[in-house]
Structures are given as structure tokens and as C-alpha cells.
């Protein structure tokens, strides 16, 4: 077969060019985005109970729908949280379950538990999509511009900005709902002997549309239309209430002020100290995100920009684009510069003609498998783009064991066409099966499941499909080059250029046989003394392996921003202008940092969800979120630096408030990195161990923002209905609660239509006194038996208490969550000095103590890795078992997996960096790379044998014949990975260090211990 592709070398040239130009085009077309997508398999049901306290909630609504949901088939985990008036439970599904048909089965679980719920709660509100990723927000700033205007403006500019290409959805947030606002004169209301609720039927038996049907009887049916919806908000002021029995209608307009206006705002939004509303872009499924935010800049400053009212200016605070153009730079600049060290290794050790073939095996690989790789949908992020700077070195390994072998025999005198048969025949089957190999070595990757097998799925993709694509090249383009370079008549150099590449060894070939005279002497002094050798190579594997408890551990770094992130909690009953007070507090810190480039914050809620692992939402009064970006120039402090600077200052400057500085983190999302999980079923007990626990971390050097999921209990006042009264008196609980919320949030009784949307029609109290309470407790509660309703506090006392602010539940079980921080150390160390403070730490029977955040991650991922790394080993054992057809060979080409580990230790430990996921990765795809050099060795001992000769002359031999192709491949994977190893960012850099240094390593044992090995094995048998 291929003589006869050598032979038709025109047509095999044709395929290659056109494979290569399916490839360029699939790689200039296929989306781009900066980070992969995870899918959080999570849903929030939401339910509101008015007026329950949280162990109410907890016991009447919580607690019977998350029975209900544990019977769902696919169900991980369940987390709830019962406050005030509400229930919100998480329900997490096991990755590769249908989330389709859970949804589905929660759906139909809330139908059949909500007949037991109380009458008075909400219909259970299911929400599948939970986090998706923007790529934009806009910012209008507009400090003297009323809401209302502001709502126009905003809807304009949004309207514009949907109808652009690659825009799925735009959310506004920063502007308060618009409402008719029906505000109730309850003096007035007692003249006329009326009730809010009477009000509120009359609204809603007036504001009504109902189809009237079709008179069959005329010809082809007419239909009959009935309309008595509110046309104008004049009219809903014009509603007739009742008519006294002298005649005379009461009108809406008599006890109460109907006015279009905004409600209570839920979320202030403010860039760099300015009001204003903010515009969160969404984009659409495979889109190239990077043009497409191009696009819409150039849209906003061009066409939207100057078409603003005056007062009103468009600013892009975040921009996705930015970050992903700057990845994409420093990933392709790392590839370039790999690619250029690997051609430089090259022309060390081969020919220029030879390096220059097999430098050219890197692009051809990689746009030969961008045709494939298009077609499984992948997309260009960081993971991918940094799986080719992986697989760089990788890439010439085949090519460069090719060439060297027809080389080889070129200078044995063969003929072109012998020297390309015969040296491609020889090693087509082991470098085969060395590149399955190492495929097999990255494919079980393609098995994690959850966030983390989704963040680095294209790693195995990539590698997979690029390593298939160089060993195409290696066996038939190069020998087709090799041939036509060979069958060329030689020419009388001319020129530095024409002599230069007329070379016949490398431009280290003085070197490279200096370092070959070296291994001849000592592969005979290894083999002389076997036991010495192998003891030698053991006691390197007991050091290398005594470091790993001295290794920091860590599952992901920090992100490499120019951005970070402040969370800001006040007191529970803070109310938002409180909250927004401790905002300005901290914008007007961060103002003076010269750094600062950017800073929007959001009070009421945390800022839109930019990053793909940024998956924590929050919101209510006492919540407010501070995005902050800062300027890269020269000499200034970077981002890491100003949130340790930011953290004691404003711990220190500001007090009355939690607040966190934070940087983003790379990988799957933790959340807080140090969380211990308290569980139990009394209140007061758990807040007593969470206190104790809280104390004993503040203590660790390290900890910061120490804070519980319970928090301290709230002031209220506690509306306690006289059950057996109210019953006499016709008077519901839901009455009561709704007659509250007359003179708190207002509460909607109808609708109304405007052009553009649908609003409510709120009914309030008027606060006519001084003292709100005071007003409360003499409002008029609707009775059955009572038309003009009776006042409050004759059916309920008010009076003042603590009570609990909120129940949290984790897995059916009442649970308390200490979490921190870490600044100054690892999040593990900071853990274990927790746990051996907690060893002998009493607990009462019926309580116990889990460990969350970064922790219960690392052993979840750790864990799944060993078990894909024992399936590595074994597949690899197997195909060398097949290849070798014995048992015992497989074992010593093995022993360069557990090399190549000790390496990687080694240089993980010496570099100061820690043992994270992606370092432990780095370590697991080493087994498929280093087997490569063994696998080559073997096999040429193995012909030598064959041959006759003895075997310790085989042996030597046999690492003298492969000696400069394993430097070579050594050489090459390491020059590709340098400048990430060197500049690389901080989760590729670990990565890096751990295939260099474990590469390294391993090829200089393997060179001395597998022909040792090999030797004791043989002398063994016989």
C-alpha cells in the first residue's frame, strides 16, 4: 500500500492540500468565546407564603416539596432556604441525567404536592436556566434624568440593540417596574363605609375582558366581543366604587390618588459614582462572540451614541471580546513562539531540509484536524486553543522517528524509494501504536463528568484528532517528501542560503556525537551493573515521591484579570438606600485608586453574570455587588495586589457591613474555597456550633471573611393573630397579611395595557401619621360579617421580637454553612489546620460535620481522576501487550509512566508551584507520551535480537540508534511547552511544568533503566 501511495504521490499531495484547506477555513469560521460552557444542572423552585415566619415556611411548604422532589429519579442533591414569606429550594441532578425529563418530573412533583400546600402560598415557580454568561453590558448614565424618561430611553436603545445579528436577549436591570399606583385614603374609605377589598373587587370586575361567543344563528357565526378594560388610568380614577342609598355614586377618585408612576426601586445600578440603568447583552448559540461584540461597539458609539437625549451617555463597562482577544493573543503568541523553539530543535539535531519537513508536520496537523474538529461543533476558547500548545511537541514526534529512519537508511545506501519503504515499514507499527498510546492516555477524559469533564472536554478532543492527523503525515507525506528531496540530483552549492541547507547533520551534530560517545560509555557501565543502576532509579522514585506532602495543593488558581469583584452584605433589614449608603462608602475608596478604571456597582442584587463560573446570584435590600477593572499600564499595582490592599482597608474604614474583595477564580465553580457544614435539627444548637466553629477559623492565619449561612437573628415585629376572634369575626390569616402589605410593598389587584407592556394596578395606604406603626394597627381588616372591617389590633397584637432571619437545609436536613476566604495561604492548608482543631471537638449526639467548598471538590475530581488514570494504565498495558504478545515486556515500558510521575513531582515542588487539577492532568497525560520512547526502544531490541546479535550489544545499540530521535521528541514536547511552563498563565503554567519536567526526567532514566530492566528480565527467564 505504500508503494503504491509513493507511487501516485501526486494524487496523496492533492489530499493533503485540500484536507489542509478544509482545515484553514474551519478555523477561521468556527466560534469564538473566551471560556467553555458549563452547564450547571440545577433548578430553583420558588414559593411565597405571606406572612409565615421561616419555621413555618419550612415546615408547611419546604419541607413537603422537598420530600417530594427526593423521589425524583436523577436527583444529586437538595439545598433550601426558608426566610420571610419564602421558600427556595436547588435541586441538582447527576451529570448525564435528561434534564428534560427531570424538569418535567419536578413539574408534575410541585402539581401533586401543592393540594397539601396552605391555600394562602404561591404557585411553586420553576426555573430551569439559572446562569447564562453575557457577553456585554452597557451602561446608560443619565444622573438627572427621572425614571420614567429613563424607562423610554432605555427601551429605545434596547430595542435597537435586539435586532442586531448574534443578540439572543437584552435584560435591563436598574430601572423600577412602572405601576398604577392606587393610593388609599383610609378616612375617607371609613366615611363611605368601604373596605380596600371591596376596592380592590371593584377594580377587578371593571378592568375585565371577556370573549362574548358567536351568534350561530347568523350566516358564518358573528362573533360577539365584550370590552371593559382600562383604556386610560383616568378612567380607573372614574371606577364606580358603590352608590349610597340617596343615589349618589362613590368614585374611585373620592377616597383615594390613582397616578402612572414607578415603584419602589429593587435594583440601583451606578458606573464610576453616576446613576444610571444598565443593559446585560445574551448572545446566541454558536456565534463568533468576538465579531459580534465588535459589531455592536461600533453600532452603540456610531448610530446610538449621538442619537441620545442630552444628559444620557452610553458606557460599555464590561466587554467580553476584550478579555477574549487578549487570551487568544498570549495563547497564540505561546504558540508561535513553541512552534518556533520546536523548528529550532530540530535544525539542532537534523539536516535543515529534515528539520524544516518535520517542522512543517505542526500546522498541517493542526489544519488537518480543524476540518474534523469543526464538525464535532467545537469552539475556540482558552481550553482548546491551549490543548494545540499540549499537543505541540507532541505533533513531530511521529514525523521526526520517520524521517530519522529513512535518514537512517539513506545512509545504509538504500535507494530513495528502498529508504522510504523500508524506513517507514519498520516503525509504522510502533509509532501507531505508541500515538494510540498516548491518545489512550488523554481519552478517558472524555468520561469526567460534570462541570470540570465539560471545562476541559476539548483537551482530549484536541489531542485525540491532531495526534491522528500527525500520524497521517508521518506515514505518508513525509516519506513522499523524503523521497522527492532524495531523487533530486545533488547540485553545486551557491550562496549562504543554498549550503546551508545542503548540510548533512544538524547544526549540534558536534555535540549530539559527543553526547552519544558519552551514552555508549555509561549505557555499558549501567548494564555492567544492572542492580546498582535499577537501585539508583528507585531511590529517585522515593525522594520524588517523599515531596508530595511538602506540595501545596490547590484544585484551581485564581484568574490572571485585570478584574475583580466586591460583595457587599448589610444587616437583613437594612433597607436598599442603607445599602446603597456602605456602596458610595466603597466606590468613594476605590476612586482614589489610580488603578481603577471602571467601577459599577449594583445595590440590591450582585453584578449580571460576565465569567463562566461566576454562577453565584444573590439579591434583596441588604445585598449589593461592586464590579471593579483596572489599567494595565507599566509600573502600576496589579489586581492581586489592590484586593489584598482593598480587603483591611475596608474591613477597617467601614464598618456595619460584610464586605468581600475578591478575585475570579479559573475552573469549576466552588464558591467560598473553606465551607464546613453543620448539621442538625435544633436552631439554637446549630448557631451555638456554628459560633464555636466561626471563632476556631477566625483564629487560622489566612482565614478571612469568616460568616455563616444563619447570621445573626433579625428585629421585627410580629403580627400574632387571635386565631378564635378572627374566625368569629370572618377575618382570614391571608386578609391580615394582605392588609399589611398595604402599608409596606402595596399589593396588585389588577392589570392594566400599555403600548409597549403590561403593568400593575397596586392599591397602598396612604401614611398619614407620624408613626407608620401606629397607622398599622388601626387598619381596617376585611370581615364577612363586618362590611366596614375591623381594626388590626383588635384581632392581632403587635409586638416586637428577634426571630430567626432564615433556615438553611442541605439534603433534607436542617444545616448551618461556615465558610471563609483565604488570603496568604492555600485554601487546604487553611483546612487542615481547621480539622485538627476540630478532631477532639465535642459534638452532641444527632449533629455532624462535613466539609464543602474546594475540598469536597478536589476529592470529588481527584478521586474521578485516579479511577481514569488506573483505565489508562490498563488500556496501555494492553495494546503493548498485543504489540509485544507478552506480559512481563508491557511492565517495563510502564516503569517510564511511574518515571515520568516522579519527574513531574519533582518539578512542581521546585518551582513552588501547588498540585491543582490541572497540574494532576499534566501528570495523567504523561503516561501516554513518555511510553512513546520505551515503546520505539523495545521494539529496535527487539529486531536487533532477531538479528543475531547478542543481547547486551542490542541492548546498546539499540539506545544509540534511537538516542537523537528521543532526545528530539523529548526536546521538541518541551521547547512547545516552554514559554507556557515560563510565562504561561497560572492554570496552564503547573500544567506545563509537570509534562517539561516529568518528559524530562523520564527520558533520561528511560534511556539507562528500561535496557536494565530489559537485560534482568532476560537473564531471569533463562
Known amino acids: 500500500m505504500l508503494r503504491k501511495i509513493l507511487e501516485y504521490k501526486k494524487i496523496t499531495m492533492v489530499f493533503f492540500v485540500a484536507a489542509a484547506l478544509w482545515g484553514m477555513m474551519n478555523f477561521f469560521t468556527i466560534p469564538r468565546q473566551e471560556d467553555p460552557d458549563i452547564t450547571l444542572l440545577v433548578a430553583r423552585v420558588v414559593t411565597t407564603y405571606p406572612g409565615a415566619n421561616p419555621e413555618k415556611v419550612e415546615k408547611l411548604v419546604t419541607k413537603p416539596l422537598e420530600e417530594g422532589f427526593e423521589a425524583i429519579k436523577g436527583v444529586k442533591k437538595i439545598e433550601s432556604t426558608s426566610s420571610e414569606s419564602l421558600s427556595v429550594i436547588m435541586i441538582e441532578v447527576y451529570p448525564g441525567t435528561d434534564t428534560k425529563k427531570a424538569w418535567d418530573d419536578v413539574r408534575y412533583k410541585i402539581d401533586e404536592v401543592r393540594q397539601s400546600l396552605p391555600d394562602e402560598t404561591s404557585e411553586p415557580q420553576l426555573n430551569t436556566e439559572l446562569i447564562r454568561t453575557c457577553m456585554m453590558v452597557l451602561h446608560l448614565e443619565a444622573p438627572n434624568m427621572d425614571y420614567l424618561e429613563l424607562e423610554a430611553v432605555s427601551r429605545t436603545v434596547k430595542d435597537e440593540l435586539k435586532g442586531l445579528p448574534g443578540v439572543a436577549e437584552i435584560q435591563r436591570e436598574g430601572l423600577p417596574d412602572r405601576e398604577i399606583q392606587v393610593v388609599l385614603d383610609m378616612e375617607r374609605m371609613a366615611r363611605f363605609n368601604l373596605t380596600w377589598s371591596q376596592v380592590a373587587d371593584a377594580i377587578k370586575a371593571r378592568n375585565i375582558t371577556i370573549p362574548g361567543g358567536k351568534l350561530k344563528e347568523q350566516p358564518y357565526g358573528l362573533a360577539i366581543q365584550t370590552t371593559g378594560e382600562y383604556l386610560d388610568p383616568q378612567v380607573i380614577a372614574g371606577t364606580i366604587l358603590k352608590v349610597t342609598p340617596e343615589g349618589n355614586s362613590v368614585y374611585l377618585r373620592d377616597i383615594a390618588a390613582v397616578s402612572l408612576c414607578t415603584a419602589d426601586p429593587a435594583v440601583l445600578v451606578r458606573s464610576n459614582g453616576t446613576p444610571g440603568v444598565s443593559l446585560v447583552l445574551f448572545p446566541k448559540e454558536n456565534i463568533d462572540r468576538v465579531k459580534t461584540a465588535a459589531n455592536i461597539r461600533a453600532y452603540i458609539k456610531h448610530n446610538i451614541g449621538p442619537a441620545l437625549p442630552a444628559g444620557v451617555t452610553p458606557h460599555i463597562i464590561f466587554d467580553q471580546a476584550v478579555n477574549t482577544r487578549a487570551q487568544f493573543n498570549h495563547l497564540y503568541q505561546e504558540l508561535f513562539i513553541g512552534m518556533g523553539i520546536v523548528f529550532l530543535v530540530c535544525l539542532l539535531a537534523l539536516p535543515p531540509f529534515g528539520a524544516l519537513l518535520v517542522a512543517v508536520a505542526i500546522p498541517l496537523s493542526v489544519l488537518l484536524g480543524m476540518g474534523p474538529l469543526g464538525m464535532m461543533d467545537l469552539k475556540l476558547h482558552q481550553i482548546s486553543v491551549a490543548a494545540l500548545v499540549i499537543v505541540l511537541g507532541i505533533l513531530v514526534d511521529d514525523s521526526i522517528v520517520t524521517n530519522d529512519n529513512i535518514q537512517r537508511h539513506l545512509e545504509l545506501g538504500d535507494t530513495p524509494m528502498q529508504a522510504a519503504t523500508l524506513g517507514i515499514r519498520e516503525v509504522a507499527y510502533s509509532i501507531t501504536n505508541a500515538t494510540v498510546a498516548t491518545i489512550a492516555a488523554f481519552a478517558p477524559l472524555f468520561l469526567l463528568e460534570g462541570n470540570i469533564g465539560e471545562f476541559i472536554f476539548a483537551i482530549p478532543q484536541v489531542v485525540t484528532v491532531t495526534l491522528l492527523a500527525s500520524l497521517v503525515v508521518s506515514l505518508f507525506l513525509t516519506p513522499i517528501v523524503r523521497l522527492y528531496l532524495a531523487s533530486r540530483p545533488t547540485r553545486p552549492a551557491r550562496g549562504i542560503v543554498s549550503v546551508f541547507f545542503q548540510r548533512k547533520g544538524g547544526l549540534a551534530e558536534g555535540t549530539y556525537l559527543r553526547l552519544l560517545a558519552f551514552y555508549r560509555r555509561s549505557i555499558d557501565l549501567a548494564l555492567s551493573r544492572p542492580w546498582r543502576t535499577v537501585a539508583m532509579a528507585v531511590l529517585f522514585m522515593g525522594v520524588s515521591f517523599s515531596l508530595f506532602p511538602f506540595t501545596g495543593k490547590t484544585l484551581f488558581p485564581s484568574a490572571e484579570r485585570n478584574e475583580f469583584l466586591i460583595d457587599i452584605t448589610t444587616p437583613t433589614t437594612a433597607t436598599l438606600e442603607e445599602t446603597l449608603n456602605k456602596v458610595m462608602e466603597v466606590e468613594a475608596v476605590l476612586a482614589e485608586q489610580p488603578e481603577i478604571k471602571v467601577i459599577a456597582s449594583y445595590t440590591g442584587k450582585s453584578f449580571p453574570q460576565f465569567y463562566y463560573n461566576e454562577t453565584k446570584y444573590v439579591s434583596g435590600s441588604n445585598k449589593a ?371 517539561s519536567s516529568g518528559l524530562i526526567i523520564s527520558t533520561a532514566l528511560t534511556l539507562y533503566v528500561i535496557p536494565t530492566l530489559y537485560l534482568l528480565l532476560e537473564n531471569w527467564k533463562h
Open 625 to 995: 455587588g461592586i464590579y471593579v477593572s483596572t489599567r494595565t499600564d507599566r509600573g502600576m499595582r496589579k489586581p492581586a495586589q489592590l484586593v489584598e490592599l482593598l480587603r483591611s482597608r475596608l474591613r477597617e474604614e467601614i464598618p456595619g457591613a460584610n464586605i468581600l474583595v475578591r478575585n475570579l477564580e479559573q475552573g469549576i465553580p466552588v464558591g467560598a474555597p473553606v465551607a464546613v457544614r453543620i448539621k442538625g435539627e435544633d436552631l439554637e444548637t446549630l448557631r451555638a456550633l456554628a459560633g464555636d466553629i466561626s471563632a476556631r477559623l477566625r483564629d487560622i492565619p489566612g482565614a478571612i471573611n469568616v460568616d455563616d449561612t444563619m447570621g445573626p437573628d433579625i428585629f421585627q415585629y410580629k403580627v400574632q393573630v387571635d386565631e378564635e376572634r378572627a374566625n368569629r369575626l370572618g377575618v382570614t390569616n391571608l386578609a391580615v397579611a394582605s392588609t399589611v402589605l398595604l402599608m409596606t410593598d402595596g399589593m396588585a389587584v389588577s392589570t392594566y395595557q400599555l403600548p409597549d407592556e403590561q403593568i400593575n394596578v397596586v392599591l397602598k395606604a396612604a401614611k398619614n401619621q407620624p408613626i407608620p406603626l401606629e397607622q398599622l394597627k388601626s387598619l381596617p381588616v376585611p370581615s364577612s360579617v363586618n362590611g366596614a372591617g375591623i381594626p388590626l389590633n383588635q384581632l392581632a397584637e403587635i409586638t416586637p421580637t428577634w426571630a430567626v432571619s432564615q433556615i438553611n437545609r442541605n439534603q433534607l436536613v436542617r444545616t448551618v454553612t461556615v465558610s471563609s476566604y483565604t488570603q496568604g495561604r492555600l485554601p487546604s492548608e487553611v483546612v487542615k489546620e481547621l480539622q485538627n482543631s476540630l478532631r477532639s471537638y465535642p459534638l452532641p449526639q444527632g449533629y455532624e460535620i462535613e466539609y464543602g467548598g474546594e475540598q469536597e471538590e478536589s476529592n470529588k475530581s481527584f478521586t474521578d481522576l485516579a479511577h481514569l488514570s488506573l483505565m489508562v494504565m490498563v488500556i496501555i498495558y494492553l495494546l503493548l501487550a498485543v504489540q509485544f504478545n507478552s506480559l512481563l515486556k508491557p511492565l517495563i515500558i510502564m516503569v517510564t509512566v511511574f518515571l515520568g510521575v516522579c519527574g513531574a513531582l519533582a518539578g512542581i515542588f521546585l518551582t513552588g508551584n501547588p498540585i491543582g487539577f490541572m497540574a494532576a492532568l499534566g501528570v495523567f497525560s504523561l503516561a501516554g507520551v513518555v511510553v512513546r520512547n520505551g515503546i520505539v526502544l523495545i521494539e529496535f531490541v527487539e529486531l536487533a535480537v532477531k538479528e543475531g546479535k547478542p543481547l547486551r550489544e542490542a541492548l546498546a545499540q539499540a539506545g544509540q540508534a534511537r538516542l537523537r530521535p528521543i532526545l528530539l521528541t523529548m526536546l521538541s514536547a518541551v521547547g512547545g511547552l516552554a514559554p507556557m511552563a515560563i510565562a504561561g498563565s497560572s492554570l496552564w503554567q503547573p500544567m506545563a511544568i509537570a509534562i
